[in-house]
């Protein structure tokens, strides 16, 4: 007669909401906090440039909104830069934890824009399909990246039309800036909730190497400024 072999308790994995809401232990905090800091003030930056362009387009100044345009191009592509950076740390010291996060995909909702949402929409199909939790953190990170950087490429060249003044339709210009700028934010709040799940799970032992590597600046990749010009109005 067989009888079956009697299992331990199966550990409850915590899910998303749980991980975000718990607090860290205190040396973690410190570097999460760390890490977000320098993130919300690039993203401050950014913000506060591109509301400064959006004034003055209102008030009708259209040579010094180029000019502001062009300024806020550089923020975002530094804000793009940590953000692109952080996925890969992130990736690349993930894959010496056995016991990676669970992560939610990306929510189509959530942003505005065609890239944004069809990235979304995309990792949302490939949540489901991939087998097991760690494929789907790798991948989660790879789609939060690419969409990152073509946000910043799209961002980048709408600016670049306005401030050359050769864009014939520059009010669509001024609405990819915009549509970008919500969309990065939501990029932001999502490498957030991942940095937090992934920092629960990072072992002791492995946060001295990891922080070093958060801390390090990004190389800037934007390319080199055009010169303006100043056919087309914006």
């Known amino acids: 007669m067989f009888h079956k072999r009697k299992r331990g308790p199966i550990p409850a994995r915590r899910d998303v909401p749980e991980d975000w809401l718990a607090a860290l232990p205190r040396d973690k905090s410190q570097i999460f906090d760390g890490v977000v800091r320098q993130w919300e003030c690039s993203y401050a930056m950014m913000s506060v440039a591109l509301d400064d362009a959006l004034s003055l387009r209102l008030r009708g100044e259209l040579v010094c909104a180029r000019q502001q345009v062009e300024i806020t191009a550089n923020l975002v592509a530094r804000f793009a830069d940590w953000l692109i950076a952080a996925c890969s740390s992130i990736a690349d010291a993930g894959r010496h934890v056995s016991d990676l996060p669970v992560v939610e995909p990306l929510k189509t909702r959530f942003f505005r824009g065609d890239t944004a ?3 979304a ?3 949302g199909l490939l949540h489901h399909v991939l087998f097991g939790d760690r494929s789907r953190f790798f991948h989660k990170l790879r789609i939060l990246s690419s969409t990152v950087e073509q946000l910043s490429r799209e961002f980048d060249q709408a600016a670049t039309d306005l401030s050359e003044g050769v864009s014939d339709q520059p009010g669509r210009c001024w609405a990819v ?4 700028h919500y969309d990065l ?4 709040r999502e490498a957030e909730v991942v940095l937090k799940a992934f920092l629960r799970t990072l072992p002791t032992e492995q946060l001295a190497a990891f922080v070093a590597v958060m801390s390090t600046p990004p190389a800037t990749k934007r390319m080199p400024e055009r010169q303006r010009l100043t056919r087309v109005s914006a």
């Open 117 to 119: 949402q069809s990235a």
């Open 121 to 123: 929409s995309w990792n």
């Open 177 to 180: 800036l915009d549509s970008a």
């Open 185 to 188: 934010n939501t990029c932001l």
